[in-house]
């Protein structure tokens, strides 16, 4: 399930991106306001319509909307005389609802001992058309053949109407895209309804469902038309009475052209029971946010990219640009190995000055997320500590003396019985320091404990199983004990990772790693913090006073995180005019088709940039 099931409803400003743009894709976005957008998107339109017949198509991401945009249209070709109708595209081409959740329904886990809130299934891999009538279909490119009629213009709307079997119907096609921030938020506001539904449900379900199913149709018919470059005009739908509007050709040049610069992501933000308080004084959030527990500052399939674009500032759904730009970003290989996704997360973990400790938890690994879930790769983590206060601790396998099965009776006894576990005696844990780094993969019981930041960093994840295994009988927000997944934890946890056996360098699960130095360039040192097997990520720390040199060999990208000091520059050898200034514990991406770049130091304090890229051979990784 997505990480961000809950978002707070909070657009950071700062993060903007400003690549050097050409005049005539900036003339070509269009903003202003909806109704301008629509006003200019009909004078188009009319003039197509002057010479033939027009059909417009409009399909785009998970919750987005074209009502009004279409009410808009149909103002404008009144006044000008245009003849003009709507074709509800879903409403004609998809099977019954009933139809539809007896196909979907049974991918999803309805054992409430096993799934306690109802958040896993199996994907659906049938796409939009998978869930298509094929004579209502045929019928459907009947009627819009029918409705064909020179000086008059058609606008078929609905999720999955660009579908290659129906692509052939339009002159112009459109894509709607949203970022994922603001979808959740649609989602919860009750403005939108499963694939399949009249009215939106329960929110868990409704979510459930759309990752399961309505996401997983609208990423990959989305991948599909951004590399085929089947999309005439791209707008963006983040806010309803904003649209904004652009040539296709004028969206590939902005993300051609970000994929130049360093770049830094929009965070999202998130409150939780165990939430500290740091994160929110350094990032001056909302005094209404009761804390920020997690800081998605790059999540690859939660986040956006702000792009600054003349008077227009354009919030774009991360994944997009990688789609469109992945092998310039990410490199050939990893492209190719990641089947297209961005294959590292990062995030911000606060406790610091909460009232408790993250629940303690383990992840599932490779083989049985594609057994149970059908999702490729597994969930491996690590954290990196930052910011600490009086005895933070960071949680990490089983004590040496740990009765494991006594633990697991323990944990079953907290959820059904409501009994506290002394989980002190069963779990390890190390003194949290800044620079502190430790490496989780797939199963490794862990937590992070009250009292610090810690930067998060993840393996592919483009699901989230997290397995509570105790959480300190601790209730919600909404006053309810949270979840508790035993029986899942039991069976993924590794019994094997225990204290003596991950701090053993001659050990396979050797995951608490002291710093050892690998490369040394003038006035700077490279550390590498952790590097396992077990792992396809390498990470890393660069300590310098003035400047320190890098090169992405055009091979792998790299992700900054600037740990220690107040402000630095990512820049190009090569194009100097191409950098991105951060301050501390801000994230910034370099993209592998970089080559050489430079970090300078702006301020006065040394500098630490934590440096996560993938490891030497990931490419034979078997997740």
């Not at 010479?51 to 000008?80: H, K």
């Not at 079997?165 to 403005?191: H, Q, S, V, W």
């Not at 040539?247 to 999202?268: E, N, S």
């Not at 500032?313 to 730009?325: A, K, S």
């Amino acid at each position: 399930m997505s990480f961000m099931y809950n978002p707070f409803p909070y657009d950071d400003p700062k993060p903007v991106n400003r690549p050097a743009l050409k005049p005539e894709t900036l003339a070509a976005v269009a903003g202003g306001g909806t109704p301008a957008v629509a006003k200019k998107f009909a004078a188009m339109a009319a003039a197509r319509a002057a010479e033939g017949s027009v059909v417009i198509a409009f399909d785009g991401y998970t919750t987005a909307q074209w009502d009004l945009f279409l009410n808009l249209l149909n103002r404008e070709f009144l006044l000008l005389g245009v003849p003009f109708e709507t074709v509800d595209a879903a409403a004609a081409v998809y099977k019954d609802g009933k139809d539809i959740d007896a196909m979907i329904d049974p991918l999803l886990i309805w054992d409430t001992k096993i799934d306690p809130t109802l958040l896993y299934g199996k994907i659906y891999h049938g796409g939009y058309t998978g869930l298509m009538d094929p004579d209502r279909m045929a019928a459907f490119r009947q009627d819009v053949a029918a409705r064909r009629q020179k000086g008059k213009v058609v606008a078929v709307y609905g999720y999955g109407c660009l579908v290659r079997e129906l692509r052939d119907l339009y002159d112009i096609k459109c894509f709607f895209d949203i970022t994922p921030k603001n979808a959740m938020l649609r989602i919860r506001a009750g403005e939108y309804a499963n694939l399949g539904k009249q009215r939106t449900g329960i929110i868990n379900r409704t979510i459930r469902r759309c990752y399961y199913c309505d996401f997983e149709n609208a990423v990959t018919l989305r991948r599909e038309l951004l590399l085929k470059g089947a999309i005439d005009w791209f707008f963006l739908d983040n806010d309803r009475a904003k649209l904004q509007m652009m040539p296709f050709d004028a969206f590939a040049d902005i993300c051609a052209q970000l994929v130049k610069y360093p770049f830094r992501a929009k965070p999202c933000y998130l409150e939780g029971v165990w939430g500290g308080t740091y994160m929110k004084k350094l990032r001056n959030l909302p005094k209404e946010m009761r804390n920020a527990a997690w800081v998605f500052d790059f999540i690859p399939m939660e986040v956006s990219v702000l792009v600054e674009a003349g008077s227009n500032m354009l919030d774009i759904n991360y994944c997009t640009f990688v789609h469109r730009e992945g092998v310039r970003l990410m490199g050939e290989d990893c492209v190719r190995k990641y089947k297209g996704y961005f294959p590292i997360r990062f995030n911000w973990d606060d406790s610091y000055h909460s009232t408790g400790n993250m629940s303690i938890q383990c992840h599932s690994g490779g083989p049985y997320n594609t057994e149970h879930y059908d999702e490729f790769g597994r969930q491996d983590e690590s954290y990196y500590v930052v910011i600490t206060g009086h005895e933070a601790k960071t949680f990490i396998g089983f004590r040496d003396d740990a009765d494991i099965p006594e633990f697991f009776r323990a944990i079953e006894a907290a959820d059904t019985e409501h009994k506290p576990v002394d989980y002190m005696k069963y779990v390890s844990y190390e003194e949290s320091k800044p620079g502190l780094q430790v490496m989780l993969p797939a199963g490794t019981i862990h937590s992070s404990g009250r009292n610090q930041v810690i930067l998060e960093i993840g393996s592919l994840t483009i699901g989230s199983y997290t397995y509570k295994m105790y959480d300190y009988l601790r209730l919600d927000f909404d006053g309810k004990q949270r979840p508790i997944h035993t029986a899942l934890g039991e069976l993924n946890v590794r019994q094997d990772r225990r204290k003596s056996v991950i701090h053993d360098p001659a050990s396979p699960e050797y995951i608490v790693q002291e710093p050892r130095l690998d490369v040394r360039g003038d006035g700077w040192e490279e550390y590498i913090l952790g590097e396992n097997p077990q792992m396809y990520i390498s990470l890393r720390r660069l300590e310098f006073e003035r400047r320190c040199e890098q090169d992405t060999k055009g091979e792998k990208f790299h992700v900054l995180a600037l740990v220690d000091g107040e402000h630095a520059r990512v820049r190009s050898v090569e194009h100097p005019e191409r950098y991105y200034d951060m301050d501390f514990m801000d994230l910034v991406c370099v993209p592998a088709d970089m080559g050489k770049y430079v970090i300078e130091n702006l301020g006065a304090e040394p500098i630490r940039i934590h440096k996560t890229c993938l490891r030497d051979g990931y490419q034979h990784d078997p997740a």
